[in-house]
């Protein structure tokens, strides 16, 4: 059974510029979870997805937002990106929501320049 | 306020003792607390999720314990190995609304 698929793995990025990150998640799950996790800090929820539809999301600016398709797949964008944005953003995924066991996937660093 | 406070926040321990990581937690509603192992730079791995009534969980040489009166866990890791050295992650899930209220983490290295 294949995990969480995120791509791309590492990205490099110029300020100013917009990212789109890719999730895939483990056949048959319908929540997708992103996170943020800074150098030495904790992991920073952004947002949740269920049947396509955002559940929760967390306290970042509107320049982060999110969707989920159909087959359950998610994409995060950051627009107008700051040095600040620089992090290992990670997705996880589960079958009903958080309150499940969650699986993450490995992680998509960006850094911004 | 909701939140997960762990400690300490770093440990140095050498391969092949034993240590124990600890996690206290003013988190309500309370669903369940889970631990999760993640390794440099990559996604977190889970290694055990207890609810209310769980009072011990063990997964191979990691034991989890909960105290869900005084809203304390610990992590128990026995015979330590170098591949043991990671963060580990307390984790508390609100029973209202499915947030999960993270902890900073416990960075622990094992030196041979």
């Known amino acids: 059974k294949a995990g969480v698929t995120q791509t791309p793995r590492y990205l490099i990025k110029t300020r100013g510029q917009q990212v789109t990150l890719s999730c895939s998640p483990i056949s048959g799950h319908r929540s997708v979870s992103w996170y943020q996790q800074t150098p030495g800090q904790g992991l920073q929820f952004l947002f949740e997805y269920f049947s396509e539809t955002q559940r929760n999301k967390g306290n970042f600016p509107g320049r982060f937002s999110g969707r989920q398709f159909s087959n359950s797949r998610s994409e995060m964008n950051v627009s107008t990106l700051e040095l600040g944005d620089s992090a290992l953003y990670l997705c996880?995924?589960?079958?009903?929501?958080?309150?499940?066991?969650?699986?993450f996937g490995e992680g998509s660093w960006l850094t911004v320049v | 306020k909701n939140q997960v406070e762990q400690s300490p926040q770093s440990l140095i321990i050498l391969e092949g003792k034993n240590c124990t990581l600890q996690c206290n937690y003013t988190v309500s509603p309370f669903s369940n607390l889970r631990w999760y192992k993640q390794d440099t730079g990559r996604g977190p791995v889970s290694l055990t999720i207890m609810t209310f009534s769980e009072n011990t969980k063990s997964n191979g040489r990691y034991t989890a314990t909960l105290d869900a009166d005084t809203k304390q866990s610990s992590l128990h890791i026995t015979a330590s190995q170098l591949s043991d050295s990671a963060s580990y992650i307390c984790?508390?899930?609100?029973?209202?609304?499915?947030?999960?209220?993270w902890g900073a983490g416990t960075k622990l290295i094992i030196k041979p």
């Open positions: 984790v508390v899930s609100r029973d209202s609304n499915y947030q999960l209220i």
């Open positions: 996880a995924s589960s079958f009903h929501g958080p309150g499940n066991t969650i699986y």
